[in-house]
């Protein structure tokens, strides 16, 4: 007897192997339904490397002595080490879940921080060298303008936030391209700023999307009872940092893969095999029947019972 009554044990007629895709904000809804436990899991293993940033922040408001100051700032360095490639591969599995390859998340998690750690590390110390330069200047250009009443300072202050803004983009493409290509850092960094000039249209989505729940927050912190706002705050460990990357990665991935993979394999004469079926039909031993068979009835309860035990699954090999 099913739940609540309903028949469980009737098989349906499948899915069909070659059913067309989803497209657009349908697939990535259907991304996003499919992986959604998988995506609090994620961020709460990319949260754990935050923790650092969170203890040198306790560290120096609360024990406020010489040893509370030294304590802040080795959790701060331990930050700054770990936050480059601890994204390098949160992007790695969100782009792995963008293209549904199965995935064994902690263990390509931790795999891919040891082989990015070198170049991710390079950019994360560039990524929080200008978060502080902007946070300065944010301090800084409007008690500079108060004093002096010059408007040159404006100027400044338009180019800090111009080049941050830049960079922020430049971040949607660069670890996923350090993950997904060979190139140097160099050609990544090259790279990552042409598209984040050529596809103004995909940057623009993107980033206003990030703006918004960001924005949500903020405005919720600001207006909202602190009772109900401390509520996201308890969130932050499970969203909304997977869900942000998944948009990054659903909307930028392709992006490099148009410009960047693809016209690499097209002079080599060949096909991106991210494009292709992992089978092909000349190499078919067996028809898939996805969408073809008939339904099954269940068995009678004393059929069933007699070969209850006689029933195993298979389990292939995964590649990721």
């Not at 959604?36 to 923790?51: A, D, P, Q």
């Not at 050529?198 to 993107?206: Q, R």
């Not at 078919?284 to 996805?290: A, I, K, S």
């Not at 059929?303 to 029933?311: A, I, L, T, V």
Request: aromatic share 14%; glycine share 6%; net charge positive.
């Amino acid at each position: 007897m099913g739940l609540f009554g309903g028949n469980y044990e009737r098989a349906g007629s499948g899915i069909a192997k070659n059913a067309p895709k989803k497209k657009g904000l349908f697939r990535f809804f259907e991304i996003f339904g499919r992986k959604f436990w998988k995506l609090i899991e994620l961020n709460l293993l990319y949260f754990l490397f935050f923790l650092p940033l969170l203890g040198a922040v306790l560290l120096y408001f609360v024990v406020q002595s010489g040893v509370g100051f030294t304590l802040a700032v080795a959790c701060l360095i331990l930050f700054v080490i770990l936050i480059g490639p601890a994204t390098a591969a949160h992007m790695k599995i969100l782009k792995n879940f963008v293209m549904e390859k199965p995935t064994f998340l902690v263990n390509e998690f931790f795999r891919t921080i040891r082989t990015e750690f070198k170049h991710s590390l390079v950019i994360g110390l560039i990524d929080c060298l200008l978060v502080c330069c902007i946070a300065a200047a944010f301090y800084v250009y409007p008690k500079l303008i108060e004093q002096t009443g010059s408007k040159l300072f404006y100027v400044f202050f338009a180019i800090t936030l111009s080049v941050g803004l830049i960079v922020l983009i430049m971040n949607f493409y660069m670890f996923l391209m350090m993950i997904s290509t060979n190139l140097s850092l160099k050609n990544v960094v090259k790279n990552a700023f042409a598209l984040s000039v050529v596809a103004l249209k995909t940057n623009a989505v993107t980033l206003l999307i990030l703006v918004a729940v960001i924005a949500v927050y903020v405005l919720v912190f600001l207006f909202v009872n602190l009772r109900y706002s401390m509520i996201l705050l308890f969130l932050l460990p499970f969203m909304p940092a997977s869900w942000l990357g998944l948009v990054i990665a659903f909307q930028c991935y392709p992006v490099i893969q148009k410009y960047i993979i693809n016209p690499y394999y097209e002079q080599r004469g060949e096909v991106n095999p991210e494009l292709l079926d992992t089978t092909s039909e000349e190499e078919t031993v067996f028809e898939d029947m996805g969408g073809k068979e008939k339904p099954i009835e269940p068995k009678s309860k004393k059929g069933r019972n007699r070969n209850s035990g006689s029933s195993r699954s298979h389990k292939g090999k995964i590649i990721s």
